[in-house]
């Protein structure tokens, strides 16, 4: 496949691209709930000639567009689902839907996948092996949906798997990306501490649960200052703190809420076994009962060194080479990590920020858009990517039929 008729290809598809953006942003769905979504992209993609697979994991899609040369299954991604926020934005395409919006770009991940679909669709005979697009529902909430397809069958067969973020804290024109740990994992606990209320002026009847919930908060603060190696990055933060209802009352019960954020596995354990010791000893050491509650979450996402090594060799071809950054870590989660456990692959931010077209919001906000060029640079680098991958393949093993020893 030719470079530069990929790229022409593609722009050609850019207008059509705006469309399926702007219609998806008008009537998102969230986690769970895609089920319109879901039929509107199938019927897009029946209309490209494209065979489509319903019903996996829930609302998600899968599509394979074999071509007419043997080869390997080489795996992309996007995610369907919006999130719970009131949209508000002053465009003609806002969404359509009472605090519903697409605030974290997944319209534009679907749309660009759209378009490497169409693109593969018109020059098959020329593909290598089978491209197989996943079309994912709920990455938003927990459990996700990825979890969900890979139970389904969505990487059997496959080699590699490659999946793009369009992230506005980059500008349009970079791409960003890392070897290993990239995006963190994500547990949050819920802690409830019942003791004994009371007067406010006769505290020695009580168990104040409010004083307890401090000390433990700041208990918990030191676990990443004084516990956790400088050189393992983590996060824990706590997020709610519930308690009381009047200045002189010792309130009977205390809730806070929280989240840990972590990179390695060892870490991650080594938070989660200090948070429930601490828990238990402060509250016992005054007198009260407590719950608690660790809702583990995603994993890290985790790159392969070689995949990532690609993308930096690659995306030049689309980027150009100062456009292409090393990301740092990033503390935020994303259930694209369950696939990497499973296939190598490479995940990887492309820049949509730009603040003279309005795209300087960060994600989750009511005023979240992007630059809408990024969906065509998203669409040539996961094409450029799976196509170097297979090619790669395909010469690895006819060096071996050929050098079977």
């Not at 660009?112 to 098959?124: E, G, K, N």
């Not at 002026?201 to 004083?211: K, Q, R, V, Y």
């Not at 931010?349 to 994600?363: I, K, Q």
């Not at 992007?370 to 393949?393: P, T």
């Amino acid at each position: 496949m030719n470079g530069a008729s990929t790229e022409r290809e593609l722009e050609l598809l850019f207008p059509r691209m705006v469309r399926w953006r702007r219609y998806l942003h008008q009537y998102p769905e969230l986690s769970f709930q895609e089920s319109e979504t879901s039929r509107w992209i199938a019927a897009e993609l029946e209309e490209l000639g494209c065979t489509v697979q319903k019903g996996i994991g829930g609302h998600g899609l899968t599509v394979s567009i074999k071509g007419g040369k043997p080869g390997p299954v080489i795996a992309l991604r996007a995610d369907i689902d919006a999130l719970p926020i009131q949209d508000e934005k002053q465009c003609d395409y806002a969404s359509k839907v009472p605090n519903v919006m697409h605030a974290c770009g997944h319209d534009g991940h679907t749309a660009a996948l759209l378009a490497v679909a169409a693109y593969y669709m018109s020059c098959r005979e020329e593909l290598a092996g089978e491209r197989r697009l996943l079309f994912q529902p709920a990455e938003e909430v927990t459990p996700g949906g990825a979890v969900r397809m890979i139970a389904d069958g969505a990487l059997e067969g496959v080699s590699a798997i490659f999946g793009v973020h369009l992230w506005t804290p980059l500008p349009y024109g970079q791409a960003a990306s890392a070897a290993g740990p990239l995006m963190s994992a994500a547990d949050d606990f819920f802690i409830e501490i019942t003791g004994r209320g009371g007067h406010g002026g006769l505290p020695h009847e009580s168990i104040d649960t409010i004083m307890i919930g401090v000390t433990l908060v700041q208990a918990i603060q030191t676990i990443v200052s004084r516990i956790v190696n400088p050189l393992h990055p983590a996060v824990v933060t706590i997020g709610s703190f519930q308690a009381g209802s009047a200045p002189n009352v010792i309130a009977e019960t205390c809730q806070l809420k929280g989240t840990v954020r972590t990179f390695d596995e060892n870490t991650r354990t080594m938070i989660h076994e200090r948070l429930a010791a601490l828990i238990d000893h402060i509250c016992s050491m005054y007198g009260a009962a407590y719950t608690f509650d660790l809702k583990i979450g995603y994993p890290p996402v985790v790159n392969d060194p070689m995949e990532a090594e690609r993308f930096f060799r690659i995306g030049g071809t689309v980027f150009g080479e100062a456009g292409l950054v090393q990301s740092d870590k990033i503390t935020v989660a994303e259930d694209f990590a369950y696939y990497l456990q499973e296939v190598p692959g490479c995940f990887v931010f492309v820049g949509a920020g730009n603040l003279e077209r309005g795209a300087s919001y960060p994600h989750h906000h009511p005023k979240f858009d992007i630059d809408e060029r990024a969906m065509l640079q998203a669409s040539r680098l996961l094409i450029a990517m799976a196509e170097n991958k297979a090619e790669e393949l395909i010469n690895e093993e006819q060096g071996n039929s050929i050098n079977p020893n």
